[in-house]
């Protein structure tokens, strides 16, 4: 069974920059990966998705501020996130798209705050 673990969130102020990463114990190949944020009080959200062919999925939210890509040679997810707002503060996690119960992992807190 493959774990996914998720690294690099953190405090920044607004307008700042993050990237997380997501690193998969086994081969992540052929799946769909997302990564996905619940903040407090609400509902778990996707926010970005990418194929195996790299082709990629934003809910408007986030487009053109944050940027998914795998690389599948090292069974890895990154998120770049620029132009944080503190509405982007939640639990990050990430997680095959659609998102599979055994998978979820810690995910890494991101706090956007001046």
């Known amino acids: 069974q493959v774990q996914l673990v998720e690294s690099g969130g953190g405090l920044v102020q607004p307008g700042g920059s993050l990237r997380l990463s997501c690193a998969a114990s086994?081969?992540?190949?052929?799946?769909?990966m997302g990564w996905y944020r619940q903040a407090p009080g609400k509902q778990r959200e996707l926010v970005a998705s990418?194929?195996?062919?790299?082709?990629?999925n934003y809910p408007d939210s986030v487009k053109g501020r944050f940027t998914i890509s795998r690389d599948n040679a090292k069974n890895t997810v990154y998120l770049q996130m620029n132009s944080l707002k503190p509405e982007d503060t939640a639990v990050y996690y990430c997680?095959?798209?659609?998102?599979?119960?055994?998978?979820w992992g810690q995910g890494t807190q991101v706090t956007v705050s001046s």
């Open positions: 997680n095959t798209n659609p998102p599979a119960m055994a998978y």
């Open positions: 990418i194929t195996s062919g790299g082709i990629t």
């Open positions: 086994g081969s992540i190949f052929g799946f769909i």
